[in-house]
């Protein structure tokens, strides 16, 4: 999975600049894929992202295919599931410890843990996807006219 591509078609929906709208276009497997519920799916079904364009010249209704190493999965898999888990776990650890005996101890201990989660994803979300440092996105690889 570390060293493999994945790749993805999509037809350009819009493209200005040096961004692009993307649909997605969803494989005959997805009904039957596990996580399919993590797509981000519009209401009629079809996935749409929005892309860096490397300078390509784009125009909605190109078809265009989209990479990305399998080494993100796991980057992302580690920074958005692994951490977070290990920081709730560890807060519950420490506040439960700390925290003295009281009649909502563990209404403060579960509080503080949920509270300190949130602080991670909401620092991840400022200084990850904002800033494009943590996961980087896929990349327009080949364009069809």
Same mark, same amino acid.
């Given at each position: 999975?570390?060293?493999?591509?994945?790749?993805?078609?999509?037809?350009?929906?819009?493209?200005?600049?040096?961004?692009?709208?993307?649909?997605?276009?969803?494989?005959?497997?997805?009904?039957?894929?596990?996580?399919?519920? %993590?797509?981000?799916?519009?209401?009629?079904?079809?996935?749409?992202?929005?892309?860096?364009?490397?300078?390509?010249?784009?125009?909605?209704?190109?078809?265009?295919?989209?990479?990305?190493?399998?080494?993100?999965?796991?980057?992302?898999? *580690?920074? %958005? =599931?692994?951490?977070?888990?290990?920081?709730?776990?560890?807060?519950?650890?420490?506040?439960?410890?700390?925290?003295?005996?009281?009649?909502?101890?563990?209404?403060?201990?579960?509080?503080?843990?949920?509270?300190?989660?949130?602080? =991670?994803? %909401?620092? *991840? =979300?400022? %200084?990850?996807?904002?800033?494009?440092?943590?996961?980087?996105?896929?990349?327009?690889?080949?364009?069809?006219?």
């Amino acid at each position: 999975m570390k060293n493999e591509l994945l790749s993805e078609e999509g037809i350009v929906k819009s493209a200005e600049g040096s961004s692009a709208e993307v649909e997605i276009i969803n494989p005959s497997g997805c009904e039957d894929c596990g996580a399919r519920m %993590f797509c981000k799916a519009d209401e009629s079904g079809k996935r749409t992202i929005k892309l860096d364009n490397p300078g390509l010249i784009l125009k909605p209704g190109d078809r265009i295919r989209i990479e990305t190493e399998g080494r993100n999965l796991i980057v992302f898999s *580690v920074v %958005f =599931y692994l951490i977070p888990l290990v920081i709730l776990i560890l807060s519950l650890i420490i506040s439960e410890s700390t925290i003295i005996q009281s009649d909502n101890k563990d209404l403060y201990v579960a509080g503080i843990s949920i509270l300190t989660v949130i602080i =991670y994803y %909401f620092i *991840v =979300y400022l %200084f990850g996807v904002k800033l494009k440092i943590i996961l980087p996105s896929p990349k327009i690889k080949h364009h069809k006219l």
